[in-house]
């Protein structure tokens, strides 16, 4: 069994940064694979991060350039460095992990942390 919780959501103007921080426990081979996903309201859930089991990752278009996605081993945290953030960014970003073995969708998610960025 694997925990996620994410913290470091919050309000910011347009342009601003904040850093999402998602906490893991449980088995390491359960969440070798992990990412930063988020869901506007009215929209479905896209992905926005990935981190593959040697720390290569993997961005969506949209927040290329922006995001940095990053993990720290040593604390079992995984992070999401958001710069340059603009309104169409505001969503509830959700921590997610699975084995990379594992075909399809993430396993485990957390409760996800909202961001807001006004105009």
């Known amino acids: 069994q694997v925990q996620l919780v994410e913290s470091g959501g919050g309000s910011v103007q347009a342009g601003g940064s904040l850093r999402l921080s998602c906490t893991a426990s449980g088995s390491t081979s359960s969440r070798s694979c992990m990412g930063w996903l988020r869901q506007a309201p009215g929209k479905e859930r896209e992905g926005v991060a990935s981190?593959?089991?040697?720390?290569?990752?993997r961005y969506a278009e949209s927040v290329k350039g922006r995001f940095a996605i990053s993990q720290d081993n040593a604390k079992n945290t995984l992070y999401l460095q958001m710069n340059s953030l603009k309104p169409e960014d505001t969503a509830m970003y959700y921590c997610a992990a699975k084995s990379c073995w594992s075909v399809g969708k993430y396993t485990y998610w957390g409760q996800g942390t909202q961001v807001t960025v006004s105009s």
């Open positions: 981190i593959d089991s040697v720390g290569a990752p």
